[in-house]
């Protein structure tokens, strides 16, 4: 059931309002640059570093994911994904069809020879 107290939520002694603004008031900002990024879907994005600090050269564009870099002209290009493969495309890429039947033929020669035949 509320209640007709004015000063709902607020404790006894607590600081007034103005405390928050004096706070703001003692704090000195860095000094900043703005550095923008463009990636190849031509999304530009602008973010704010402190000036002393090195700046990255590539970074994620927060609308497409793609990498973006700081010349407007030449973009970063599309990051190039492997389509999957399979555990046989794999063991196709390191061995040649001799390797695999002198390896087949040398297994089936080994059970063979646990079977007794």
Same mark, same amino acid.
């Given at each position: 059931?509320?209640?007709?107290?004015?000063?709902?939520?607020?404790?006894?002694?607590?600081?007034?309002?103005?405390?928050?603004?004096?706070?703001?008031?003692?704090?000195?900002?860095?000094?900043?640059?703005?550095?923008?990024?463009?990636?190849?879907?031509?999304?530009?994005? %602008?973010?704010?570093?402190? /000036? !002393?600090?090195?700046?990255?050269?590539?970074?994620?564009?927060? *609308?497409?994911?793609?990498?973006? =870099?700081?010349?407007?002209?030449?973009?970063?290009?599309?990051?190039?994904?492997?389509?999957?493969?399979?555990?046989?495309?794999?063991?196709? %890429?390191?061995?040649?069809? /001799? !390797?695999?039947?002198?390896?087949?033929?040398?297994?089936?020669? *080994?059970?063979?020879?646990?079977? =007794?035949?």
């Amino acid at each position: 059931m509320a209640s007709g107290n004015a000063i709902r939520g607020t404790r006894v002694g607590s600081s007034p309002v103005r405390w928050v603004d004096a706070t703001a008031e003692r704090i000195e900002a860095v000094p900043r640059r703005a550095v923008g990024y463009w990636c190849a879907n031509g999304h530009q994005t %602008e973010h704010s570093f402190a /000036a !002393d600090v090195p700046v990255p050269a590539l970074w994620d564009c927060p *609308r497409c994911g793609l990498p973006a =870099g700081q010349d407007e002209e030449n973009p970063p290009a599309r990051p190039h994904t492997e389509p999957y493969k399979t555990h046989l495309a794999y063991v196709k %890429e390191r061995r040649s069809e /001799a !390797d695999g039947e002198a390896i087949l033929a040398e297994a089936m020669q *080994r059970l063979r020879a646990r079977r =007794g035949e």
